[in-house]
């Protein structure tokens, strides 16, 4: 008689069998799985669950405002359906929720989201980018994102609270959560070049984790001379390395070659 022995394969050999890194976004975005998929490291995983924004409209600061308090209800429920495919990692996608309200805003938001989490940890943009900013030991920095001036002053108070010198804040203005993935990147470039770049800033950063800058901001850290750090960048760097994955990645910045 034949008999049928299961074949068990080893747990080193699962998909994302060093991590499973599950990112939450907003339905409007596609920069960070972009992004995300630029990097890439042996066993580890990317997967990501979406919320719904049906007021995807940020032309004006009131706009803006009304955009956040929309979303606010609807995170919950996709960290909610990550959790069901086993992640080991939970890494926001959203950033400027993370900002809101300074450094109280932001514990209170993480707060809200760890009781779903459990055991696991989560990353932010806003935490990401203070503990990428501590390693070049930066302290006067300049920050490109696309807000309008609401979003840019909440932006403006975190990192002042968070012990940084923010010497200036340049917003893109963009119109629509969706329209931040589509600004030029010859736009990006000369906005930090022209309005941000000066030797009075120790690191620029950009935050908005819909506007992408993966491919520019290495280019920008060689020709200035400094740490140029895009939000996604930081954020995927601090979720590796809260699940022990130090690989160090060539082509993506400082950040991600040298801690």
């Known amino acids: 008689m034949n008999v049928q022995v299961p074949i ?14 599950g990112v939450v976004i907003p339905s409007t975005n596609t920069a960070v799985e972009y992004d995300c998929q630029q990097i890439r490291v042996p066993g580890v995983s990317w997967h990501f669950a979406r919320f719904i924004v049906d007021m995807p409209d940020l032309s004006t600061d009131d706009a803006f405002v009304k955009f956040l308090e929309a979303i606010r209800p609807h995170i ?11 992640m080991t990692h939970i890494m926001m996608g959203m950033s400027a929720e993370t900002f809101w309200g300074g450094i109280k805003g932001n514990a209170e938001f993480l707060e809200n989201l760890m009781n779903r989490v459990g055991n696991l940890k989560l990353t932010t943009g806003a935490n990401a980018m203070v503990d990428a900013l501590n390693c070049f030991q930066a302290k006067r920095i300049a920050v490109l994102t696309p807000y309008q001036p609401v979003g840019d002053k909440q932006v403006r108070d975190f990192f002042s609270q968070s012990g940084f010198e923010v010497v200036r804040v340049c917003g893109l203005r963009c119109a629509s959560a969706t329209s931040i993935a589509h600004t030029p990147r010859g736009r990006v470039m000369r906005t930090v070049i022209d309005e941000l770049e000066s030797d009075d800033v120790d690191a620029i950063i950009q935050v908005g984790t819909n506007l ?20 996604n960048i ?11 994955v130090d690989d160090r990645i060539c082509g993506r910045g400082r950040l991600l070659e040298e801690f």
């Open 8 to 21: 068990i394969e080893p747990q080193e050999t699962w998909i994302g069998a060093r991590g499973r890194i």
């Open 76 to 86: 919950g429920a996709a960290v909610d359906d990550l959790m069901t495919a086993e």
């Open 234 to 244: 930081a954020t995927a760097w601090r979720a590796l390395r809260s699940i022990g």
């Open 212 to 231: 992408s800058t993966v491919e520019q901001f290495p280019a920008l850290e060689q020709m200035l001379g400094k740490p140029v750090i895009p939000i």
